[in-house]
């Protein structure tokens, strides 16, 4: 099992990037799912949660920008970004929390890195 991101480029102020997580391998089921980025020198943070029942919240600082989703059927994460800001420059890793049929394990994806400038 693994995750796979992917999306990331580079894009000038006010633009839009999606990015996406792919879980590979045997999956059966996706729980909690959650973007985090990190910036050069800065802590990895976390951008949003998204909860198995629908349920999401983000960061203050992507509030209204950010959107997060899934597809359970193509096992894919998604974090929509629109407005994007030079602040909004990190690596961005998805973490999720997937069922193998046996248990729960939660996995990091790789990361993918968006840069935002003009």
């Known amino acids: 099992v693994q995750l796979q991101a992917s999306g990331g480029g580079l894009v000038q102020p006010g633009e839009s990037l999606r990015l996406s997580c792919a879980a590979s391998?045997?999956?059966?089921?996706?729980?909690?799912v959650d973007w985090y980025r990190q910036a050069p020198g800065k802590q990895r943070e976390l951008v949003a949660h998204?909860?198995?029942?629908?349920?999401?919240n983000y960061a203050d600082s992507v509030m209204g920008r950010f959107t997060i989703s899934r597809d359970n059927a193509k096992n894919t994460m998604y974090l929509q970004m629109n407005s994007l800001k030079p602040e909004d420059t990190a690596v961005y890793y998805c973490?999720?929390?997937?069922?193998?049929?046996?248990?729960?394990?939660?996995?990091w994806g790789q990361g993918t890195k968006v840069t935002v400038s003009s």
């Open positions: 973490y999720a929390d997937l069922w193998d049929g046996t248990r729960w394990t939660k996995y």
């Open positions: 391998g045997s999956i059966f089921g996706i729980n909690a």
């Open positions: 998204s909860t198995s029942g629908g349920s999401s």
